[in-house]
């Protein structure tokens, strides 16, 4: 069973930092991707953070420099773990809502996973950056 739960959304002034957590639970985690994405109002939903398959991180262009994605294992096998995304000097273009996802690349892929490989999605959380 497949579960991914957000917290720590909230309102935030323009500058300020947030920390956003997602609780995984997922077998065989290592090898799947797992990414932060957002969906601000009127805007199509958008990867802002990810590992791929084989642990390499990366970041959309508008969070570079500003956003860190890390994990922090709960159990030894990493079937449950904590998917953080510290969101530092925010901009009100950050506002949204924030959704953990994971899912599996395909086959010859090289470990990177498209948006349509994100097969398990948590319930979201709202960030507001307000100016």
């Known amino acids: 069973q497949v579960q991914l739960t957000e917290s720590g959304g909230g309102s935030v002034q323009a500058g300020g930092s947030l920390r956003l957590f997602c609780a995984v639970s997922?077998?065989?985690?290592?090898?799947?991707?797992m990414a932060w994405f957002r969906e601000g109002t009127g805007k199509d939903r958008e990867v802002v953070a990810s590992?791929?398959?084989?642990?390499?991180?990366?970041?959309?262009?508008?969070v570079t420099g500003r956003f860190t994605l890390s994990k922090i294992a709960l159990s030894g096998d990493y079937t449950k773990f904590n998917l953080i995304l510290d969101m530092d000097n925010v901009k009100p273009d950050d506002t949204g809502i924030y959704y953990c996802a994971a899912g599996r690349p395909a086959t010859g892929s090289g470990g990177t996973c498209r948006r349509s490989d994100y097969d398990y999605w948590g319930q979201g959380t709202q960030v507001t950056v307000s100016s």
């Open positions: 590992y791929d398959s084989v642990g390499r991180r990366t970041y959309s262009n508008s």
């Open positions: 997922l077998d065989n985690s290592r090898s799947a991707c």
